[in-house]
């Protein structure tokens, strides 16, 4: 596969428009570009919620084509951890 150093930056630099999720304001930019990546991808579930010392949590499931999961995990991220210390 040939790609160009040009495309190449262009892909890692572009900019993703912050995934909206309910109940969850101020998603941080790492989880939000995760989502936007992936919510359209077939079989991908995921749920999100806010825990008091976590921060925001992402819950994720990918589903094969039959039914089976194919991967899963969690992220949990505090931005702005550091300032409460």
Known sequence: MKLSEGKLREDV???FSHTVVDGISNLPATLSRFLAEHTDMPGFTYEV???EN????ILWKEY???GSVR???RFYE???AWIDE
Do not use: M
């Open 64 to 66: 094969t084509h039959l």
């Open 78 to 80: 505090r931005p702005y």
């Open 49 to 51: 919620s806010h825990d």
């Open 71 to 73: 991967g899963s995990g």
């Open 13 to 15: 630099l572009e900019e």
């Open 54 to 57: 976590r921060g925001c949590v």
